[in-house]
């Protein structure tokens, strides 16, 4: 049933950018550490392979092939994360300047942790810009925690317009869970407005440490922006957020970035939470990516990426 659903929803897109005269184009972007990189191996294969057989283009940033320290200066190797906004500028540099030479349609980055993998490869990246509505952002949502391991970000100007206050929010001093701690602040302040308290900064630290890693505070700062968005009427989840250029899916066939359910119940960040609440808002199989530094997902994605370019005739993998 998800391959017939994959297959019509394939063809919908292309239909539809035929009478646009050009559909949107994908480009798939990841950061890798050596360390990542010979762990999640297959995983990038797969990847890669997934990227050919769709059309779309592939890039895998390393260490020097990207230089991190432009955009902040580094203390541990935990901070690689913030690397992904630093590969953002570049790639979104790249396509603007690409751009002139195209006419029609939309760019949209798919950034991608290098520890998620594709366990539903028959499904185009179309298909969640679409059932987004086309919009510029647009994120798998989550009532436990928002994750941007995994989101797409149109080329745009309201795209932009996130991207560089994204960036600006996490240019300077410590949040807990890197990036993803700091763009809690960052959406709030952009979509709040005025309206924003400003009570989630308390879990910011203004200087830089060099003798220890990020702040301990990360499941307090992820239950402030929870209660803020929610303060702001625009809480958890899907449509319901209602935020203009934002999309927020959910569901099995929408979703594109949960982590496997026994790693939720594990972890301590959510330690007060429902086992209930946990199996809402995690990976189940049929969905189409999984987030873990498990690698037998890795193993498991190159397996069927492998199978399904395979049956489509492609055999080199």
């Known amino acids: 049933a998800a391959r017939l659903l994959a297959t019509l929803v394939g063809a919908a897109v292309l239909a539809r950018g035929e009478e646009d005269h050009a559909g949107p184009r994908v480009h798939m972007v990841t950061f890798a550490t050596d360390m990542y990189y010979d762990r999640f191996t297959d995983s990038l294969r797969a ?23 432009d955009f902040r200066p580094h203390r541990w190797r935990g901070d690689f994360r913030y690397c992904k906004l630093e590969a953002l500028r570049v790639v979104w540099k790249r396509i603007r300047d690409q751009r002139k030479k195209a006419t029609g349609g939309v760019d949209y980055i798919f950034w991608h942790d290098v520890d998620t993998h594709i366990m539903r490869p028959e499904t185009p990246l179309e298909a969640f810009i679409e059932a987004a509505g086309r919009a510029a952002v647009v994120f798998t949502d989550n009532a436990l925690s928002l994750n941007n391991g995994v989101f797409f970000l149109a080329v745009s100007k309201q795209g932009g317009k996130f991207l560089k206050s994204w960036r600006s929010g996490c240019r300077t001093g410590e949040w807990p869970w890197a990036d993803n701690g700091c763009m809690y602040e960052v959406l709030l302040s952009f979509l709040g407005g005025d309206r ?40 958890c989840c899907g449509q319901d957020r209602g935020i203009e250029g934002f999309a927020f899916l959910t569901g099995p066939q ?60 492609q055999t080199e993998l």
């Open 254 to 313: 929408d979703s594109f970035n949960h982590h496997p359910c026994h790693e939720l119940e594990q972890s301590r960040e959510f330690a007060t939470e429902s086992r209930e609440s946990i199996r809402i808002h995690c990976f189940s199989d049929g969905m189409f990516m999984v987030h873990t530094k498990n690698v037998s997902y890795a193993d498991e994605s190159l397996l069927r990426v492998r199978r399904f370019v395979g049956a489509q005739g």
């Open 196 to 235: 924003y308290s400003g009570r989630c900064r308390q879990y910011r630290e203004s200087e830089l440490s060099q003798h220890r890693p990020e702040p301990p505070t990360g499941a307090e700062n992820m239950r402030c922006f929870n209660e803020e968005m929610q303060s702001l009427g625009m809480g």
């Open 47 to 69: 990847k890669e392979a997934y990227a050919k057989r769709w059309g779309y283009t592939w890039e895998v940033f390393n260490e020097n092939t990207l230089r991190c320290s």
